[in-house]
């Protein structure tokens, strides 16, 4: 009997419930899979950074029925403006110069909006288990036997981690993060603020030599990030939240613009997210019947991306499976193989943007102040990166 003619389990465990997860599982249950969707947390995350979904995604969220929905949720933002410590704008990027396609098919929402939306467009078909994780896996040639922090033990024909950068279904499968992660040279934390957002046209980053101050309108609701340039730091630990408020006022404490008001809040935010910046590299993003997706395969900036590519390659490891769900090996090739362009394209985009945000020195400062100012110049220079970009949210490479 071959593989096209084998009666296939469509069972499909699926670690996390941020973008990639819910998205998977929506096209899952649509080529008549059961899909399955565990998640640490006690509920879908309602705050983070406002993120892009763009070309390849906005087709998928179009053929989700989501479309008009991201569309209501987006942010009014039409530019970034750089303020000196006084608060004097010393720079303006005019967004709504990035003309043509690759911008208008561009919809930047909160990333907690987009949690929910494809949550709840994908949880009518599928069984959802929050405040739970996968503690252990062990699969053979017809499935994988799965143990649960808080459940009772259970079979799935596959396994698919969408649990982040920090992977427990990485970790599990194919060995320590450690050697799969590797650190960018910057930190980032995220909070929302408290008191109203102001213009919730523009996005306002106050810059040190290595560091960044910025505050995102969002939809009302105004985020404070901060961006540091920083060698790995000895015995950084993602989950200590203490650790991070001393790491930000040691780092901003002399800061000015609003730096002094933001830092008050962090020592009282619940809601405070910090993490390296890092790029995951696998040689291979399945291992018999484990496989990952979005972050966890492929983490590649810090910068809204990472929404689309997850979205994206959820519909492309969907269409894989469904093309042959009797024979996963050569199906979870097929999806690598489509998935792994995207996310390389996008790889190249993280080290000028840094350039952008985060000056290292006092003369890089200067520089990008004045080269806002030759809008021409920089508008010429940002479109032909928005086009790129697009292009590889298409799979173009011409």
Not at 27 to 38: D, I, N
Not at 80 to 109: H, K, M, P, W
Not at 360 to 386: C, E, M, Q, W
Request: with cysteine.
């Amino acid at each position: 009997m071959n593989a096209s003619t084998k009666t296939a389990d469509r069972t499909v465990l699926i670690s996390g419930a941020g973008i990639a997860g819910p998205t998977l599982a929506y096209w899952l249950a649509r080529h008549g899979f059961q899909p399955t969707v565990v998640e640490r947390a006690v509920a879908v995350r309602s705050s983070g950074s406002p993120v892009d979904v763009a070309g390849r995604a906005m087709e998928v969220a179009e053929r989700m029925g989501i479309r008009d929905r991201l569309r209501a949720a987006a942010t009014q933002v039409t530019g970034v403006g750089f303020y000196n410590a006084a608060g004097r704008r010393v720079g303006r990027i005019d967004l709504r110069g990035l003309s043509g396609a690759a911008q208008a098919d561009t919809v930047e929402l909160p990333r907690g909006d987009l949690a929910a939306i494809v949550h709840e467009a994908s949880r009518d078909d599928a069984e959802v288990v929050f405040g739970d994780s996968i503690a252990s896996l062990s699969q053979d040639e017809a499935g994988v036997d799965v143990t649960f922090e808080h459940g009772r033990p259970r079979r799935f024909a596959l396994v698919v981690g969408a649990d982040g950068l920090h992977s427990a279904v990485r970790r599990l499968a194919f060995g320590p993060e450690s050697g799969f992660v590797r650190h960018l040279g910057m930190y980032v934390a995220t909070m929302p603020l408290a008191g109203a957002a102001g213009d919730l046209r523009e996005v306002a980053i106050h810059n040190a030599p290595g560091r960044a101050l910025c505050v995102h309108p969002g939809c009302g609701r105004p985020l404070a990030a901060f961006m540091i340039r920083s060698a790995a730091v000895p015995d950084f630990d993602h989950r200590d939240t203490e650790q991070h408020r001393r790491l930000l006022t040691a780092a901003f404490a002399r800061m000015g613009w609003r730096a002094p008001e933001v830092l008050a809040q962090v020592r009282e935010s619940e809601e405070l997210y910090f993490d390296a910046v890092s790029q995951v590299r696998l040689p291979q993003w399945s291992r018999g019947r484990v496989t990952l997706l979005g972050d966890a395969a492929s983490c590649v900036s810090l910068f809204g991306g990472g929404s689309s590519l997850a979205m994206a390659g959820a519909y492309s490891l969907a269409e894989a499976l469904a093309a042959d769900p009797a024979d996963h090996g050569p199906a979870l090739a097929r999806y690598e193989a489509a998935h792994r362009g995207l996310v390389d394209e996008a790889r190249q985009s993280v080290r000028a943007a840094f350039a952008l945000l985060v000056p290292a020195g006092r003369g890089g400062i200067l520089a990008r102040n004045l080269a806002t100012r030759l809008s021409p110049v920089v508008l010429a220079a940002a479109r032909a990166g928005s086009v790129l970009k697009s292009r590889a949210a298409r799979g173009d490479y011409s």
